[in-house]
């Protein structure tokens, strides 16, 4: 399947569609069987509450879950980058989902994936 | 008669495995940062070098570490680390007394039995007892063969050595252990034989050889004895410089180069090999590790460094580590299993980004008081800690700041211990600033873990830095704030990070014992258990760390205390989660049991009477 | 001979077994370890969805026992055992009975807030459980926080205990978002100036007329529903509670002040139950709640023949759910005594 060019950005005719069929859910699949948990949230947003680097910007590790889950991987590696791993989210999730190691685990696989593309 | 054939499995293994350790420490050497080898150099020359060397004899000869952990332990490896060097001492000796002083070759003493059938009675001799190196050299392989009789035993019975779990070795390994460990039995073999035939030897070579004499047709046996003592000792070296024994050359370097003060880079290299090579494979440090209860015994530190050592790291193993410290506290070499740790995550997290630019545009806050108080990230999911270090300000009179009351930045040393060196670095720096802006000359904080790192990584000139309670314990010492005993049965837990990690064990207890009956634990101080919720571990999942947990929740309430007290927000946190036990922080136990002082009692009248008025 | 059943556990559960059982022939004996019965439903002001009060409800239960059950009281269970094909139970105040039959109905316990520091239960004062402000609604004292002020808003937050497995709780307590809709309706009836919030990660509302409750707190009351799980809660200096979310529909993180912040604790299976079944050998599941031996088509047998269940001991449930059960049972026990 061909990638679509995609427009980021603020332009009116940025695409505001989730294409799923054409996104990359490699990087998805690496990271869940790295840290199986992942499957595990529910989107309760505690750990975006919690955050440490939320406080300061936007980040929402919620967020990122969902993005990778969809496969909209493109810029995560900027949102992961925001992470001190200071551990709250973790402390507060309801699920238990390893958060810390979710946050290693997608920076590698978004680095590794880089790597590879250059 | 200096040569025979015989000797060349040995004589060759040596010189190979000369030829090995050359090679591996000229590479060492090699990889040395420039500074470190300057240091090394210096310490050649310097008083250091007696303390190594007094180091060397007692760790490495006498194993006085091991000797604490276990006597039976610590004679097994006694017996063969200063049995062999006397035997190779003493053989030098004997053989020079009797080839009359000459140089001689390098298995000359080995197989010196073989050479000499002397029996006369050494001039010197008349001081001492007649045939005495005969009857030294005896005693000495008999000193090596009951440390293999115990080493054997320790097969089965290894509870008697004080370990419940001994290491898995690698098949490589066993081979060097069967030939180093059939190396004694045939020399005692070899010499008996031959001192049953020329009726020579020692008290032991002689019984036994005369007795052998009876039944075995010695003069068939003998020189194959002494092939085979060859042969191990042959395999032995030539198998040492890739087995666990490469410890024994490595150990001593590692000595040295510790008292020269040099330590382990960022990154893995020349000191952390020779940390690696030190490595004996003992297995103390495996039954220490919690990480054994969640199933994770492939990951205790003997494992963790051999996969360094045959370069198969593996992220899930180097992952798997909850920084507790206890194997650092418990291992007899001395190695820094965290360090180690550490340095294999910087490899493994090596092309993670970190990006905090967003922190640039922090506001200062222009409060200026002699105490700032910091809660840490944790501590704010501790409401009832960060409520009690207030209320305990307020009591005792201290204006402070609260510097992260609307939330941390986080103190860095989380990611220092996943490896990101670099990106904690730029958290120590903004933070260093907020500190030394509010000019304060005391940091309180709630948190080990920011303790910790504020000490030892910050540079914060004119802040003493402070756990809370130790500065709570100064409040008390000062008589600031005065404490009412309670009814309360209670037990205290060490976090790592404030026990093992910095060493403060009495000020929490000393408070503690002022309100509190306390019990003692059979876990405690520089043996703590860890709660299981460190955040020294990165792939640990929650089913082990309950486990973990639950396990030192078992430990800590076996005296059934009505209350169990910690000093760390998140070891809180976690033995909260274990629902077994009322965990209460020292800090929120002081807030409950504080006298007023007399200035408050004072006030507090005035106010009544002015209730009554009204 | 007449068949005896021992039910243990006088709540809503417990009261209807006994009558239906008496009903069906049987000499009934109820047995409660508190000096009243009624379980969790006296402490109720107002039940959803019709608000009917807790107490009518509570007194046309009770009003169903006839004079021939036995209800023994103020009864702590410390024996129970199957021998042959009867139990003998005894209590610890001497309390001894043979019985064909049991039926276990002994309720939830209430979460414990105490357990998530971090909403600040026990610590701030304006901090409350649902079960609180029943108390609160039950003692008709006018409407004020702990600092005596009429909160300008209230908070909600669902699932405290619940949906959580860092309290060992993964399931869902079932009664707490509709008990969150009630409650926010009833305060905003006692407080019509105040802005009510609700905080919560899905809204369950399984039952009929639930919806149409929900409907109408937003349509009647404006209550506003965020949709974000607490993450931690602080207090101001002036003892409000700041609240942490995430507004996860938006993707902002979101900190708002309240006055009076409730959190709607859920049910738990009762520490005491587990003692009963152990003395009776039942497996414990990971839950902790007693499990039936087919929760689709047999949902009041046990493993053990002759011992049965009804009501939340097997899993969270509203009063009618509860109240259908334990109809239910007694069916199963006439069922087994007469076969
Ligand atoms: C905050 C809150 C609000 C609610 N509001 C509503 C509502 O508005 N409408 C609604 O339909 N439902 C509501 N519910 C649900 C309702 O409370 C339950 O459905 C009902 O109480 C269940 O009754 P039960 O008999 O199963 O348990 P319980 O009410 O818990 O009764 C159990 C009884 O057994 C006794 N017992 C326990 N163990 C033993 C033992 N070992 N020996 C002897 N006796 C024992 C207990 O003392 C108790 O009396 C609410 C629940 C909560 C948590
Ligand atoms: S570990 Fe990262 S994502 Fe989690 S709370 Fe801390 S900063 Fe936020
Ligand atoms: S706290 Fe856990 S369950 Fe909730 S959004 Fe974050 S990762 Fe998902
Ligand atoms: S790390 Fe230390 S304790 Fe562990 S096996 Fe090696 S030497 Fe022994
Ligand atoms: S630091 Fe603790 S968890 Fe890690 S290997 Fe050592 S004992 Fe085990
Ligand atoms: S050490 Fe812990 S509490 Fe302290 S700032 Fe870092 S993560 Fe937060
Ligand atoms: S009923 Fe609602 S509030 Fe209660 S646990 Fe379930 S989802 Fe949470």
């Given at each position: ?48 509450a ?23 991987t ?14 709250k989210?973790q ?6 989902v ?21 | ?44 020359f ?14 490495s ?48 003493p ?10 006369r ?7 001492t ?17 009951s ?77 194959p ?34 008292n ?26 495996i ?6 209860q ?37 291992c ?23 990006d ?6 922090q506001?200062l806050?222009?409060?200026k ?21 207030l ?8 204006g ?9 930045i ?39 873990i ?15 830095v402070?756990h ?80 973990i ?30 629902n ?33 008025i009204? | ?24 022939g ?52 410390t ?16 309390w ?44 008709g ?78 349509e ?76 689709v ?37 006439a ?5």
């Open positions: 399947m061909e990638k679509k060019p995609k427009n980021f950005g603020y332009s009116v005719t940025r695409d505001r569609q989730i294409d799923f069929d054409a996104n990359n859910h490699d990087i998805c699949k690496i990271v869940t069987k790295a840290e199986p948990t992942l499957n595990l949230c529910i989107s309760c947003g505690s750990c975006a919690t955050c440490t680097a939320g406080q300061f910007t936007d980040f929402s590790l919620r967020q990122v879950i969902l993005l990778l889950r969809r496969g909209e493109k810029d995560l590696d900027k949102e992961v980058s925001k992470c001190m791993l200071c551990g989210c402390l507060v999730c309801p699920r238990n390893s958060t810390r190691n979710l946050v290693i685990q997608i920076s590698k696989a978004l680095c590794d994936n880089r790597m590879s593309a250059s | 008669m200096t040569f025979d054939l015989f000797v060349l499995p040995f004589f060759i293994g040596l010189l190979f495995l000369l030829g090995v350790l050359v090679v591996k420490y000229s590479r060492w050497i090699a990889m040395m940062d420039a500074s470190d080898r300057v240091k090394a150099g210096m310490a050649l310097s008083f250091s070098l007696l303390k190594t060397i007094k180091e060397i004899f007692m760790e000869l006498l194993h006085r570490r091991m000797f604490k952990r276990n006597p039976l332990l610590g004679f097994m490896h006694m017996s063969f680390a200063l049995g062999w060097l006397l035997l190779i001492v003493m053989g030098n000796l004997e053989s020079r007394v009797y080839s009359g002083g000459h140089i001689n070759p390098p298995y000359y080995i197989f010196l039995k073989f050479f000499i059938h002397d029996k009675v050494l001039p010197f001799e008349i001081f007892l007649p045939g005495f190196f005969r009857f030294i050299m005896d005693l000495i392989l008999l000193f090596v063969l440390g293999l009789v115990l080493a054997l035993f320790k097969r089965t019975r290894s509870k008697w050595f004080g370990l419940k779990r001994t290491t898995v070795h690698n098949s490589f390994d066993k081979w060097a252990i069967t030939s180093l460990w059939l190396i004694f039995p045939m020399r005692l073999l070899a010499e008996s034989f031959t001192a049953g035939i020329y009726k020579g030897g020692g008290f032991l070579t002689n019984t036994l050889g005369s007795f052998f004499n009876l039944i075995f047709p010695l003069e068939y046996l003998a020189y004895a002494w092939w085979a003592y060859s042969f191990m000792l042959g395999i032995f070296f030539v198998t040492l410089p890739w087995s666990r024994f490469m410890h024994i050359p490595t150990e001593v370097i590692l000595i040295f180069l510790r020269a003060g040099i330590e382990q880079g960022k990154y893995p290299g020349s000191f952390s090999e020779i940390e690696i090579n030190s490595c004996p494979r003992c297995g103390v440090c039954d220490v590790c919690q990480m054994n969640a199933g994770l015994t492939g990951s205790t530190a003997v494992y963790f460094i051999r996969s360094l050592r045959d370069q198969q790291t593996d992220v899930q193993l180097n992952s798997n580590c909850m920084m507790c410290g206890r194997c650092l506290e418990a007899p070499v001395g190695i820094d299993t965290l360090g180690l740790r550490v340095g294999a995550r910087r490899v493994d997290n090596k092309g993670i980004i970190s905090f630019s967003y922190l640039m545009k506001p806050i222009k409060k008081t002699e105490v700032v108080y910091f809660a840490g990230c944790m501590g704010h999911l501790t409401p009832g800690v960060k409520r009690a270090m209320q305990i300000f307020e009591k005792a009179g201290i402070y700041t609260f510097l992260d009351e609307d939330g941390s986080c103190c860095g040393r989380p990611l220092k211990l996943a490896g990101m060196q670099e990106a904690a670095l730029k958290l120590v720096s903004e933070n260093t600033v907020k500190i030394k802006n509010t000019g304060a000359k005391i940091l309180v904080t709630s948190c080990p920011c303790y910790k790192v504020f000490n030892n990584d910050y540079k914060l000139e004119g802040i003493t402070m809370h309670s130790v500065f709570i314990d100064n409040l008390v010492k000062e008589g600031k704030l005065i404490l009412r005993p309670s009814a309360l049965k209670a037990v205290y837990h060490d976090p790592c990070e404030l026990g093992r990690g910095s060493g403060i064990y009495e000020q929490p207890r000393n408070v503690l014992k002022q309100i509190a009956e306390v019990s003692d634990v059979a876990e405690e101080r520089a043996n703590s258990l860890c709660c299981g919720g460190s955040i020294g571990d990165l792939a640990m999942n929650a089913i082990q760390r309950n486990v947990r639950d396990n030192a929740l078992n430990i800590l309430c076996q005296s059934r205390p009505d209350v169990l007290v910690t000093a760390c927000p998140l070891c809180k946190k976690t033995f909260d989660s274990g077994t036990i009322v965990v209460k922080d020292i800090a929120e136990l002081v807030a409950d049991n504080m006298e007023p002082n007399k200035l408050q009692l004072h006030a507090a009248e005035l106010i009544d009477q002015q209730c009554v009204s | 001979m007449e068949k005896h059943v021992v039910v243990i556990g006088a709540g809503p559960a417990g009261l209807e077994t006994s009558a239906s059982l008496s009903k069906l049987f000499r009934v004996t109820l047995v409660e370890k508190e000096e009243a019965t009624g379980g969790h439903l006296k402490k109720w002001h107002a039940l959803f969805p019709t608000l009917l009060s807790g107490k009518d409800a509570l007194e046309s239960i009770t009003k169903e026992l006839n004079s021939t059950i036995k209800i023994q009281t103020a009864t702590k269970i024996g129970l055992e199957a021998v042959n094909d009867y139990f003998t139970i005894s209590g610890h105040n001497g001894q009975e043979k019985a064909d039959a049991v039926v276990l109905t002994t309720g939830f316990q209430l979460f414990d807030s105490h357990r998530k520091e971090e909403y600040g239960y026990g610590i701030y004062e304006n901090v409350i459980t649902s079960a609180d402000l029943e108390e609160l609604f039950a003692s004292k006018e409407f004020v926080n702990r600092h005596g002020n009429k909160p300008e808003r209230v908070g909600f937050v669902h699932c405290v205990g619940s949906r959580d497995e860092k309290v060992n709780n993964l399931h869902c307590s079932k009664v707490c978002c509709i008990t969150a809709v009630k409650q926010a309706i009833e305060v905003k009836q006692l407080l019509p100036d105040a802005e009510i919030f609700c905080f919560y990660m899905d809204l369950r509302m399984f039952g009929r007329h639930y919806e149409e409750l929900y409907k109408e707190a937003q009647k009351y404006n209550i506003q529903f965020i949709r974000g799980r607490l993450s931690e809660s602080t207090e101001d200096h002036e003892g409000n509670i700041v609240v942490k979310v995430e507004d996860t529909l938006l993707g902002k993180p979101l900190r708002i002040k309240v006055g009076l912040l409730v959190l709607m604790a859920g049910m738990e299976p009762r520490a005491g139950t587990k003692s009963l079944t152990t003395m009776l050998g039942l497996k414990n599941v990971p839950d902790g709640f007693i499990q039936p031996v087919d929760e088509l047999r949902s009041n047998f046990t493993e053990i023949p002759g011992v049965f269940v009804a009501g939340t001991c097997s899993g969270p449930k509203s009063v009618s759910d509860t109240l259908a059960d334990a109809r239910s049972a007694a069916l199963a026990v069922d087994y005594l007469k076969s």
